[in-house]
């Protein structure tokens, strides 16, 4: 039904954008993990992810997590001085799956398809490229996704954590991460990338991690820190959950959770990775042609009827609580104090029409990093979709991330 809303060649790579962090992750080696599954209680299920796990982890804010458990991908081939890696981190509502082809496995291409593989920006002839999901990551209901998090079984109660969850923050996505490589065997990166929210995590890595982090590729990114207009929006995308009457003070009903309220958060969500020219390409319509919305309240425009039945659909698999916490999470991310740890080099690529995190936010966080005495460049993706072509496009700015890497 969702196609006689959307169609064309910018609607395309929303489509690979909005089902990016829904697809079944399908890897090497089959492991067990916890489906919250909209019932009263988790189910084991198998599933293809490779699976990183820790006994302990002490959270930023010094409250201890047992039984964490993250679920990671890798693509190309790790050289045998283990010095070829490239840590690629997912975006808010992203995961792990960040590459691979559509097929029958995979219904849409890895959300950073257009970066990562041979001969691509991230070239999988070359580097090896590892991707993992951060706690708290919103997909922890698709039943594929393997995170810790609020939708996850507390160790000590055999119950969902809820609100019980400790707050988590960038730098503890980045430190999991950082336990995930040692894990791995992997001392050395040669870059760390990522997306939007993915950018900020390797932003956090550069000031976290300065020796093992020579380069920083940040797309689509909020700069040094969140600023208080995406900050805010950021706010109103949580702020329905907070009013859905199914949403309890954070311990609903797995099998009833505040569907309306996620809802509308996904709604504003979804509006602020798009454009002018995407919404304008759907039109303002009828949504169906014999039901004008001259005629009834009830008759729906186009463009409106296309955010409402996506949002719902994807309320319908993404967990509330772990949309709260990530919210939190990057609203307390700010490295600016910081940067005199860093030694990498930044490369930073914004998106012209981006109305989320639009190009000034790039240019100033350069400049703050220039002043700092770090090398910092920009170059300006020219294209009309928005906020999603930092996840789409990648491959205009192939020769300009092959050429940063080579430095």
């Given amino acids: 039904m969702a196609s006689l809303f959307w169609q064309g060649p910018s609607c395309d790579s929303f489509r690979r954008w909005l089902a990016a962090s829904t697809v079944v992750c399908f890897f090497i080696e089959l492991a067990p993990t916890l489906k919250c599954n909209r019932q009263n209680r988790p189910e084991i299920i198998i599933l293809g992810q490779q699976i990183f796990e820790l006994e302990t982890y002490r959270c930023t804010s010094g409250k201890a997590l047992r039984n ?11 050289s045998p001085e283990r010095d070829n890696v490239i840590l690629v981190c997912h975006y808010f509502s992203g995961d792990a799956h960040a590459a691979g082809p559509a097929d029958d496995t995979y219904p849409l291409p890895g959300w950073w398809d257009s970066a990562i593989g041979p001969g691509k920006a991230l070239d999988t002839d070359r580097y090896f490229i590892v991707a993992s999901n951060t706690l708290a990551n919103l997909n922890a209901c698709d039943g594929h996704t393997v995170t810790t998090g609020p939708a996850s079984l507390n160790p000590d ?10 707050l988590v923050t960038v730098s503890d996505f980045v430190r999991v991460q950082k336990r995930l490589l040692e894990y791995l065997g992997i001392t050395q990166l040669v870059a760390v990338a990522g997306p939007s929210g993915g950018s900020a995590q390797a932003i956090q890595w550069s000031v976290e991690y300065p020796e093992m982090v020579p380069r920083v590729i940040a797309v689509i990114s909020p700069g040094l820190y969140i600023h ?13 959950i907070l009013a859905d009457p ?31 020219d995407v919404l304008g390409e759907i039109g303002y319509a009828p949504a169906i042609e014999e039901a004008h919305p001259a005629d009834s309240l009830n008759n729906k425009f186009k463009a409106d009827a296309m955010l409402d039945e996506i949002a719902g659909e994807r309320a319908e698999v993404l967990d509330a609580n772990s949309l709260i916490y990530m919210v939190r999470a990057f609203k307390l991310y700010d490295v600016r104090h910081r940067l005199h740890e860093s030694k990498a080099r930044y490369l930073f690529i914004p ?8 190009h ?15 090398d910092a460049e920009l170059f300006l993706l020219k294209s009309n979709g928005g906020h999603l072509d930092g996840l789409s496009q990648m491959e205009k700015v192939r020769d300009v991330v092959g050429e940063f890497l080579a430095k």
């Fill in 157 to 166: 109660t055999g119950k969902m954590y809820g609100l019980d969850f400790p």
């Fill in 68 to 78: 964490v458990r993250v679920g990671y991908e890798t693509y190309g081939n790790l």
């Fill in 360 to 374: 000034h936010l790039s240019e100033t966080a350069g400049a703050a990093l220039q002043a700092a005495g770090l």
């Fill in 228 to 240: 208080p207009f995406a900050a805010t929006i950021m706010e109103c995308c949580a702020q329905p």
């Fill in 246 to 276: 199914f949403w309890k003070d954070g311990r609903y009903d797995p099998a009833n959770p505040p569907v309306k309220g996620m809802t509308l958060a996904l709604r504003l969500l979804t509006l602020t990775a798009l454009s002018y």
């Fill in 351 to 358: 998106v012209e029409t981006d109305m989320l995190f639009p």
